[in-house]
């Protein structure tokens, strides 16, 4: 069975703050990906990365990175400073093949205040 | 092109209509979804098709009736609503597996509310 964890359930912070959302999956599939979305008040989850299980590189774009780590079975997201349309519902999620379907995390509300 | 549109964006219908709800994609996806998202929740996967066959269906109420008419259109029938549907539905499209890439593209959504 697939799981996706996200303790982080809401988060605040100032503009221009750095910002970490943490994401643990479990599986016992060795092949397997994981994505993050976005979902801003307006309601479309918007596609922001995928990884698959045989690229721990590391990624950066523009502001946002993430940290895959196998070895901690984690993929955080870490936003550099922070803007307020950064403001949203992330979403860290697994596919595998196995699963053939998308496994999401609870989510975490991101509030970015002025 | 990214888009994944859907209509109606706002719908609010009595349990006894019958209404549709449409999603169209212009990606050449070959996977088509649905899912339903309640408040404050991680979307739910309703339906999946793949080459315009359902391949899965989350134990979904009949009243929930998908249609894939071609590869591009994806419905979705609903009749004798309860209350407890109403709810943000999301459709979604994406590659089909074995073509590499596996992220979902998602359209915008239609909020339904069932009085």
């Known amino acids: 069975a697939q799981k996706v964890t996200q303790a982080q359930t809401e988060i605040s912070v100032v503009e221009k703050e750095d910002v970490t959302l943490d994401c643990v999956y479990e599986?016992?599939?060795?092949?397997?990906?994981l994505f993050w979305y976005k979902q801003p008040p307006s309601g479309e989850l918007v596609f922001l990365i995928r990884?698959?299980?045989?690229?721990?590189q590391n990624e950066i774009s523009g502001r946002y990175s993430w940290n895959f780590q196998k070895s901690t079975s984690s993929f955080n997201f870490t936003i550099t400073a922070s803007q307020v349309v950064d403001s949203a519902v992330y979403f860290c999620a697994l596919f595998t093949g196995g699963g053939n379907k998308l496994t999401f995390g609870t989510g975490t509300q991101l509030k970015v205040e002025l | 092109d990214t888009e994944v549109t859907q209509t109606p964006k706002h719908l609010v219908m009595g349990m006894t209509n019958k209404k549709s709800l449409k999603c169209e994609q212009h990606?050449?996806?070959?996977?088509m979804y649905w899912y339903k998202q309640k408040a404050k929740k991680p979307p739910e996967l309703m339906f999946v098709y793949s080459y315009e066959k359902l391949s899965i269906n989350e134990s979904v109420p009949s009243r929930f009736s998908p249609e894939c008419p071609n590869s591009s259109l994806l419905n979705l029938h609903l009749h004798a609503l309860q209350p407890e549907d109403s709810a943000l539905y999301l459709c979604?499209?994406?590659?089909?597996?074995?073509?590499?890439?596996?992220?979902?593209?998602f359209g915008p959504g239609t909020r339904l509310t069932v009085t």
């Open positions: 990606m050449g996806h070959r996977a």
């Open positions: 990884r698959n299980s045989f690229d721990e």
């Open positions: 979604a499209s994406s590659r089909t597996p074995g073509q590499g890439s596996y992220e979902q593209y």
């Open positions: 599986t016992r599939d060795t092949t397997y990906y």
